[in-house]
């Protein structure tokens, strides 16, 4: 009996092929995800293969594109201060009907399956604006706590918008996989692959 769920791998930016390098542009450029952003221009091929270079250069930054059923679906860059072991990124769909599908919860998931069992940090911190409320109300369900960086306002075309933080700890992970694994493995296969 063949099961309905689907298969999920990470590839890190190393293994990606050019058109796939190339589409992460394509996919960072588009409405729904750059509203969600502090840089809400058209990212250009020049900035694009900058940003590739140095994220390539540098051994404490790192890209990740999210599959399920060879089928990218999501993107998450990060970076590593060595100095307490922290972690920060970035992330976004691909498409903004996976927003819909409950796509960003299966991101969420293995992004923390990165963070602490894989590059084993010790906290993450992320920041994401007002505008991003689909987040906010996903890490509150979570367990986790998003608060307003006071002191951090963004301007944006529309106007300033606050600026929240999102904290967390391996310890965190720990105790908040099950409620994520109880969601994320009635969809994807709980064998996965992550290639680093």
Known sequence: MS??????????????????????????????????MYSQHEISEEEHKNYIKSIKEN???????????????????Y????????????NYLVDEEYV??????????????IKFDVLKCDREYEETLDTNTRI?????????????????RCLLEDGYHDVY??????????????NYENVVFKVVEKQFEIIL
């Open 3 to 36: 099961s309905n769920k689907k298969k999920f791998k990470a590839v890190s930016l190393k293994y990606l092929d050019d058109d796939t390098i190339a589409n992460i542009r394509i996919w960072r450029n588009q409405d729904f995800v750059k509203t969600k």
């Open 59 to 77: 051994p404490n930054r790192g890209l990740f594109v999210f599959y399920l059923d060879d089928q990218p679906f999501g993107v998450y860059q």
């Open 79 to 90: 970076t590593i201060t060595p100095e307490d072991n922290s972690v920060t990124g970035g």
């Open 100 to 113: 819909y599908m409950g796509y960003g919860m299966i991101q969420i998931y293995f992004m923390g399956v």
């Open 136 to 152: 906010l109300t996903l890490a509150k369900k979570m367990g986790g706590k998003p608060k307003l960086i006071p002191e951090k």
């Open 165 to 178: 933080k999102i904290e967390g700890f391996a310890s965190d992970w720990e105790k908040n996989k099950t």
